[in-house]
């Protein structure tokens, strides 16, 4: 079963075939109308969302499938306490592919290893957001022509904005990323952003507070919202929330042909002002989205057959997932599963919200 869980589990060459056919869906959508009859989609929305799951719907129903589910975890099963696990055994039974979005980080990755039909990850508390991904890669391939050798800047909430940690380990995969990481100290890019991703694959990136400052490098602005849903502490959401606000005045040293992408839903960083600027993207990136959507669900659904290997040389339940977002921090039935991403220095991270555990020796 192939599934989309974070955005490395496709390559490089399988990112470009999905732009492909998301390019030739645009172009030639009546060629596409039927390629899901008879097949339907589950929406498991455990979180509330708008676009990214009317963005679903909207691809499912314009490949001619149909689409079951529901928007909201009180109207669930999960809320007499069913396990994610249960829940996708239940609707392997009655869909053909499943789109979960859920505040427990790698609550998807639950669904897809007890599923016995395709799941997509559609937003896993501040962890990934891997399909908010294609529709921002095809943007910027749509606007740039290219993916290689652009400098691309994250402004806003770099800690907990999941749309960020999924972009740029896209993008790591692409030659001469440069990247500008613009937060408050508070809303920096997790560690393991930087360890895993960016230091690991070489990319080359600076961090600073002011957008001005930035502005001129960027030929990618990726705006963001701050996440109040992920603040522990109401007064810190209210003191961080007007950090950037992005305003044609702040734009007049920016590149002629740089592109302004936002995931949505805004708040006030961009002010209603910037719309008007043709270097404005973030409604094509919606539509981006749902094309995006269609040719993954067309992907996944014709490789039901491949087998996907995630779990080698995994230590289960011998170090514990300290992290209250996790998976299993709500589900006590679950192992607590760590990969090790340096074993001479004890360093593992869980399977399903890379959360870091650093073992001593002989632990
Ligand atoms: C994003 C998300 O849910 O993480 N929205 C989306 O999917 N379009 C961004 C956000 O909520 O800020």
Do not use: W
């Amino acid at each position: 079963m192939r599934n989309l869980i974070d955005i490395v589990d496709f390559s490089v060459a399988e990112l470009k075939e999905l732009m492909d056919v998301a390019c030739d869906i645009d172009m030639r959508p009546e060629n596409y109308r039927e390629r899901c009859k008879g097949k339907k989609l589950a929406t498991l929305f455990f979180e509330p969302s708008t676009r990214t799951r009317l963005s679903f719907e909207a691809a499912m129903l314009e490949l001619g499938g149909s689409v079951i589910g529901f928007s909201d975890a009180s109207s669930c099963s999960a809320s007499k306490g069913e396990s994610v696990a249960d829940t996708a055994k239940v609707i392997s039974c009655y869909a053909d592919i499943i789109a979960m979005r859920h505040p427990k980080e790698g609550a998807p990755y639950v669904a897809a290893k007890n599923a016995s039909i395709p799941v997509i990850n559609a937003g896993d508390g501040g962890h990934c957001h891997p399909t908010q991904t294609l529709a921002d890669l095809l943007t910027i391939y749509r606007q740039k022509g290219k993916i290689e050798g652009i400098t691309v800047g994250f402004c806003g909430d770099l800690k907990y904005g999941r749309t960020v940690h999924s972009l740029i380990s896209a993008l790591s995969r692409y030659n001469n990323i440069n990247i500008v990481l613009i937060s408050p100290d508070e809303l920096k890019i997790p560690d393991y952003i930087k360890e895993d991703v960016i230091d690991k694959n070489a990319m080359t990136y600076t961090e600073t507070k002011s957008l001005e400052d930035a502005m001129p490098s960027l030929d990618v602005l990726y705006m963001t919202r701050i996440q109040r849903e992920r603040f522990d502490d109401a007064n810190e959401y209210e003191r961080l929330k007007g950090s950037y606000i992005l305003t044609p005045e702040k734009l007049q040293n920016a590149k002629a042909e740089l592109s302004i992408l936002h995931p949505l839903p805004r708040v006030n960083e961009i002010s209603v002002a910037v719309d008007q600027d043709e270097r404005a993207c973030y409604f094509k990136q919606v539509l981006n989205g749902k094309l995006m959507r269609m040719a993954l669900i067309l992907k996944l659904l014709s490789e039901t057959d491949i087998e996907e290997k995630r779990e080698a040389d995994v230590v289960k339940n011998k170090i514990r997932c300290s992290n209250p977002r996790c998976i299993v921090s709500v589900e006590q039935e679950l192992e607590h599963i760590f990969k090790p991403v340096d074993k001479a220095n004890g360093i593992y991270r869980c399977v399903y919200c890379e959360s870091q555990s650093i073992e001593k020796e002989n632990n």
